[in-house]
């Protein structure tokens, strides 16, 4: 069964930093472009970052490019994102979401989802 | 930006009724749209890709259709787990959503 469980959400500080991880299981995560998906309290749905099976294709929205890292280490079948800066703005359930494989050259649609963890910035 | 304008806000229907939601792109976006549905506390879950076609799984009572700016989702007869949000997302340009259209029990 393929899965995808999100972790290291929690309250920080404005201006703090934290580092949020998804474990993947049911697939080997090297196949799939990955990505990080956010809604913030009574908000919608808000894509967030995307990276390449290898890597090479790194994108950010930009509410949050120069402040948020994505990265991957397939060996492990997990996803990361590092986020520095955090604003109030920042508070939101974060989603690691897989691209829907063989139909899109580059962006797609998101075929399986974590339940998301939540990330609050206030001091 | 491509903006995603979903309606109704809420639609507010009982089990075995049809209901049908709106979601209309700032410009074209071809077919490239897909519809999730989210139970709170739950993973979105895909229904809908492309404007028509359904995802692995999905029941036939959801079906899609439209192009350019244009879309609907229906869900032919509301069974009790279909009241839920639900949302529209276009690939053309970045990948953005609509801010959601709620399904509750009238």
């Known amino acids: 069964e393929v899965q995808v469980v999100e972790s290291g959400g929690g309250l920080v500080k404005p201006g703090g930093s934290l580092r949020l991880s998804c474990a993947a299981s049911?697939?080997?995560?090297?196949?799939?472009?990955m990505n990080w998906v956010r809604q913030a309290p009574g908000k919608g749905l808000e894509w967030v970052s995307s990276i390449s099976s290898a890597s090479d294709y790194i994108y950010y929205a930009d509410s949050v490019k120069g402040r948020f890292t994505i990265s991957r280490d397939n060996a492990k079948n997990s996803l990361y994102l590092h986020m520095n800066s955090l604003r109030a703005e920042d508070t939101a359930i974060y989603y690691c979401a897989r691209d829907l494989p063989g139909l899109c050259a580059t962006d797609c649609y998101f075929d399986y989802w974590g339940q998301g963890t939540l990330v609050t910035v206030s001091s | 930006e491509i903006v995603l304008t979903q309606s109704p806000a809420t639609l507010s229907l009982s089990p075995g009724e049809r209901a049908t939601l709106s979601c209309r792109a700032s410009q074209t976006i071809s077919s490239y749209l897909a519809w999730y549905q989210h139970r709170p506390g739950q993973a979105p879950r895909l229904l809908i890709y492309d404007a028509s076609n359904r995802a692995t799984g999905i029941p036939a009572r959801f079906s899609g259709s439209g192009s350019g700016t244009d879309f609907t989702l229906t869900i032919s007869s509301l069974e009790p787990e279909d009241f839920a949000v639900y949302y529209c997302q276009q690939r053309t340009h970045w990948r953005t959503f609509g801010q959601g259209t709620k399904v509750e029990v009238k």
């Open positions: 049911g697939f080997s995560l090297s196949n799939y472009r």
